[in-house]
Every structure is written in structure tokens, then in C-alpha cells.
């Protein structure tokens, strides 16, 4: 049996901080341009860092755009998900060329309603680990450069053809990314008051608001101009749940007429342990593209940093030998193929089949797993963490003399100074301990999530349905903690040295 | 494996924008770089660099500045530097230290008693994590 509960209305059950309500923070965020006033900055760093790919120096860690692509975008990313919130999607600089091609060019069409899920985004987002791998990704600004621009590209012309945020909902893997990422960040945007929701007669905040100055015949309204959209991701604030497809843009604040949209703190990962309908989203628990969503972030995350370390070299030398292959493609698409789709099939399979036997119920086995999946999403988080902050806080400062670099070599002045070539930033040795502590609190996460899915699914034989999803979550952890144990050994060569 | 041809592409389109239009004061392309480590291949930690530098009919070239830097071909990682000294005439020994295991790029300048510069990008690839 299933229990249901009621949808979360955080103002309705404790007094929760409302980052709207912050004196002149909050008068700046609700501003109709505060988003666009993110984006600009960043517009402008990615052209930087677009410019410097392609005319700098093809050396990663003098470029610009692999730097601040590789180590300080995604590890930002991350660390700003679990202190705040999806920042990141708020100030996303890819929207912004987007708006602009929406003043001419009217999206006709809806998206179509076999791909209105998340199979475009999954199988982006694991090209996109499998282009990283193949081609190096990190050691070429070049190819950098091109994913950036290739970035801006598919974001607007999708956008520019599709109405609603198309690209965001179910194309873009870094929102998806962002999306699962956000369940254990502290803030959501969520409505202040329910009762004020249940008594408004426009929601706005999902329908928009339009021009109807003069007009009195309300059976036009449809017709009339937009003067301020609402909610692109279909999110209607009284039925949404948590961070899911909130890319934090704001519209729905812009929007609603009786400012009941804040953003609001809230117990992380809490989301995670919701079942039943969620606006926009529909049934997680039932949602098999986002079983495998969670299952690419989660298995992903493990893959991408165990490609950093000596094993992955010797793993890749003996299937050459035992194949003959010569070429890296088909053996690293075996690699990808058992990570990504074997293990967890058996992993998620056997864990579900001994639930199923422990509460002695008839549900399919992917229906636990389906149940079961977003209990990964905190420990999935945790290695992702573990591994760009990495990355991040033993690096964060090379920006410094890099960008001091590519000022004289731009012109040949040394405005910022000489490089401090020195700087970098933590020693791995106090690091170490940071990425421990964010895998074990992902493992946590995930115990709890899975322990709340657990009762749910049978209150009499909660231990039952709990325990093999426990170690599944252990299994992991323990092969991430491997994996950062190992000496890094960053290579780019197949079978060469 | 890497998509090297646009990529180098890019580099040619790169190198030509930037550094095109200036010419060296001596033909340096002739010099013959050799670097060497020991261990060999190299492995983490400080070890010794050996570099010999030749010009025309393999003559060692003398009273040379050579300074290298040891790069990740990952970014965000520190460079080590190294300013080597003369132990036999164009034979200039040094310390670097590869503070991590993996594929590194030796950036060698140096500057020669004509006032030329010289400089070589030396791929070290795979060094051993201990
Ligand atoms: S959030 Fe605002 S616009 Fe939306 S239903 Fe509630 S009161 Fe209406
Ligand atoms: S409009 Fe939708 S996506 Fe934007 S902040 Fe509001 S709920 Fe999130
Ligand atoms: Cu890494």
C-alpha cells in the first residue's frame, strides 16, 4: 500500500525563510529583469571564453575556456546547488540569445508529445560523457569552444522553433543536471499561502498574464499579448513539488498577481521522500525515463571519475589485448554500455527482486525500481561533488594567473600584472576530508529517502523493503570512496606512453 | 584518441592570428631538443630533467638560459617550474617536480647567446601515480 501525502505547502506548516522577503535582495530578485541581469555577465564570460578557445593558447591549462569550463563551472555548479539553489539555470547565458530570436521568430510548433520526457536530455547528456572521454575534452580548449558555441546553437534553435522552454525540460543535460542535482539544495521557489492560490481566478503564474487594458470581452483573452509569461516548464506553483524543472528563471514571480511566489527555505532532499502527482512532472515513482535519468546521474558520476584514475588505463590495455582493437571507441563504448546500462540493471534489478520477496508483494520489479530510483539522487550528488570539488578547491585560484596570461597575450601589457603562477588553491591533502564528507552525507541522503519510500511501500515490513536498497547505496559509496583514494592520474592517451 | 585535425586547425588559425606577423631574431627550428627524466618514464615527485640542446651538424649549444615548465594537460592544476644549469657543454640539468600522475607538456624556453629564444612544447605522457 501506498500512502499518499499531501502535497507540501510550505507556508502552511512551518515558518520558513523567504529569500523575497530579504530587504533589498529581495526587491532586486522580484524585479521583471533581475534574471536577465544574471545572464548578462555571463553572456559576456562565455564570449570570453568562446574568444579564448579559439584564438588562445591550445594549452587547457593556460586557456581560458577549458579552465573555467572544467574546473570552475561545474564545480561551482555544484557547490552553489547544495549551498542555494539552481543558480546556475537562472543565470543560464544560453537563454539570452534565445529571447532574442523569440522577438522574430514565434515558435509554431508544441514539442512533440513522443519526446515530451526526458530520453532527448539522457541521451545527450551521456554523449556529452562520452565525447568528454573520447576526444579529452578537458585538455582541448578547441573542442571546448565548440560544445560552448554547439551550446548556444541547439539552445536557440529549438527554442526559436518549440513554444515553452523546450531545450530546458527535455533536451538540455546540464538542466537535467541541475534539476536532480536541486532536490538537496535549501531553496525552492514555492507559494507563500495556499489559501491565496486557492482563490485566485487567473493563475497567472502558469498562464501569464496578458494586455487586456481596454478589453472587456474576457473570451479574447487568449488572444491578447503576453505581457509577462508564466511558468515555461509547466509548473503550476499551488501543485508543485520541490526542485524538479525549476530552472529558478523567475517568470512565475514576475507573474502572479498577488505576490504568493517566494523562495523558500526548506529541509534539503525532503522532496525526494514526496510521492504521488507532481504538477508538470506527473508521477515520479512511475516515470521510467526518469528511473534512468537518475540512473545515468548516479552510475555517471561514478564512471566520470573513475575514468581519472590509473585502473581505468589498465582496464582499457587488457580489453585491447583480449580484442585486438586498436581503437578507443569500441572499447570505451563497452565500458560506457556495462556502467551505464549493464551494472545497474543487475544492481537495481537484484536490489528490487529482494524487496519484493522481503514485503511479499506481486508489484513488477521495475516498479520498486521505478519506486525506489530517486533514493540515488543525494548519493549520486555526493560523488559528483566529491569529484568537482575536487577539481574546484585544489584549482579555483589558477584563474588568476591564466587570465593575467591572456591579458599579455592579448596585448601584450601586463595590466593585471605578471602571472602568479604560485597560486592554486586547496592542498588535496585538506580536500580529501571534504569529498568524504559530501559522499557520506549523499550516502545519508539516500538512506533516508530510501527508508521514507520504504514505509510507505509497507509500514509492517519497512526493514524488509529498506535493506537492499541500504547496501546498494553503501555499494556505491564504497566504490566512489575507491575511486578518490586512488592516486589521480589524468590521462588523455589510449594505449600510447 | 583525439579529433586533431580541426583542432590543429584551430591551433594553425591561432598560432598565424597571434604570433604570425613576428619573425625570430635567429632560426631557431634548426635546434635539436632532447629532454629526458629519471626515472624514465617519469613518476611522481621531484626528479631529474636532462636536456641537450644541438644546433647545426649536432653541435651542443652553450650558455644557454632553459627554463622549463611542467604543465597538466588538465587545467586547474599548478605548474612546476625548473631553471636548469650547464653540466657538460649543451647538457643542462635540472629538478622538476610532477605533482600528480598523468599526462603532463613540457614547455621548454630558453634563450641563447645570440639572443634568440627558443621555445618547445615537449609531450610527457603518462606519469606514473605511485
Ligand atoms: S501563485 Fe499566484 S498566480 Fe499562481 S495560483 Fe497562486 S495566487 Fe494565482
Ligand atoms: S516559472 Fe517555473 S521554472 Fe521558473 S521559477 Fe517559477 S516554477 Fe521555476
Ligand atoms: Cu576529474
Redesign the interface.
Known sequence: MSVVREIAAPSNQVATFDLLRVPALGRFLRWRYSRIAFQVPLLFVGMLMVAHAFWGPQLAPKNLAALLTWVHFRGLVVVVILLVGNLFCMACPFMLPRELARRWFHPRWNWPPALRNKWPAIVLFVFVLFVYELCDLWSDPWWTGVLIVGYFVAATVVDALFTGASFCKHVCPVGQFNFLGSALSPLEVAIRDKDVCTHCKTHDCIQGRRDHSGETDMSTLKRLPVIQRGCELELFQPNKVGNLDCTFCLDCVYACPHDNVGIMTRLPAAELTISGTRSGVGIFERRFDLTMLVTVFTFGAVLNAFAMISPVYALEQWAAGVTGLRVEWPILSGIFIVVLVLEPAIILGAAAAVTRWGVATREPILGVVNRFARSLIPIGFGIWLAHYGFHFFTGFLTVIPVAQNAVIQAIGQPLLGEPLWQLSGFSAAIVFPMQVGFMGLGLLGSWIVAAVIARDMSPTRTWSAFAPWAVVHALLFASAYWIMMQPMDMRGTFLGA | ???ST??RA??L??LA??AGCRKSASDTAAIKVDLTFAPS?PT?GKISATLTLAGKNNQPLSNVEVRLEG?????????S?ADLSEEAPGRYVGTLDFT????W?VLVTARLPDGGRLER?IDV??VQ??
Open positions: 584518441m583525439r579529433f580541426l583542432g584551430g591551433l588559425i591561432a592570428l597571434f618514464p611522481v604543465n597538466m594537460n588538465h587545467a586547474g592544476m599548478k605548474p617550474f600528480m600522475g598523468g599526462d607538456f612544447k605522457l603518462g601515480a605511485r
